[in-house]
C-alpha cells in the first residue's frame, strides 16, 4: 500500500512558488531620462528633448536606449526612418536595432543589404571613428540640395572609406554622433553618482579600468581630496594611459595647497587633458 507524504506536496508547491517569484522578481525595471541633447549636424543648432530609457535587470545591471532619427534631413528629401541605439552603464555603445519592416537606404533609395548594417555596426562600434572630425558642411555640396541624401562635397572623398558606408554617408556621420555624443556623458554621470565615495574607492581597488576612470571621474566632481581618496588614486594613476590621464585630472582640481606639494612630483607630466580646464 502506498503512503501519501502531503508534506512532499506542499514543500514542492512551496518551491515552485518561490521559482515564479523570483522569476517575476527578475524581469527589467524601465526608467525614462528626458535629456536635453544637440547633435552637430542640426540646422538649428538649439538643444531638443530626447526620451533615454534605463533598463535595470533584476541583478541590478543597467542599459540604457534611446530612440533617434537615422539621419538629419531637413528637406525630406532622405528617407527618415527610427533607429534604437544602445548603451552600457558606462555609456559604452553596444548596438543597434530597428523597427520591424523598416530598413535604412542609401543613395537613389536602394536598401541597405546585410553587409551594409554589419558594416554600420562596426561603424557605430568605433569611438575613435574619424567621422569625429568631420563637420556637417563638409558633407555638403554647396550648390547641391543641403539635406539630399548624398550631396557630398570633395571633402568627402578624404574620409577613409571603412568608416561609412558607401552611398549611406549621412547616416553614418549622424548616427555615429548619436552613438558617441553627450548623451554618453549623461548616461556616465547617472550611473556613478549612484554610488558612494566609499564605493567608488572600491571600483579603484578591485574593478577593470573603464570603471575606475568612471570613478575617478566622480571623485573629482565631488571634490573628494580626503587621504583615502588621494592615496588610491595614487596607487592606479600609472597603470593605463587613460588612469593617467583621469588621475591627472583629479590632481589638477585639488585644492591649490595640495597641488603645491604634489607639483615636483609632477613636473615632468605631459600637459593636462583639455577636458580638465572646465
Sequence with gaps: MMVRKPWLKILLMVLLWSMLGGVAMA???LTQHPVYLVH???VEGTPKEYCLIEQKSGAGQSRYYMDV???ICGSKVCKVVTVRLFWDELGRYTHFDMPAGMALEKEEGEAFTQADYDKLQQILANPFSPLQDVYKEDLVDPASDYNAIDALSGATVTIDQTAIVKGAVWTC?????????PVVAYIRDHTGRAYAVEELLVWLSERDSPYQVLALEQLTKRKAYGDSEINAVEQIALK????????????EKAPWLYMKELSP???SVPQLPTECAT
Design 173 to 181: 556621420y549622424t548616427l555615429w554622433h548619436w552613438a558617441h555624443g
Design 265 to 267: 612630483c609632477y613636473s
Design 27 to 29: 524581469q527589467p525595471s
Design 40 to 42: 552637430p549636424g542640426s
Design 69 to 71: 532619427e537615422s539621419v
Design 240 to 251: 593605463t594611459e587613460s588612469l593617467f590621464s583621469a588621475s591627472l585630472c583629479y590632481f
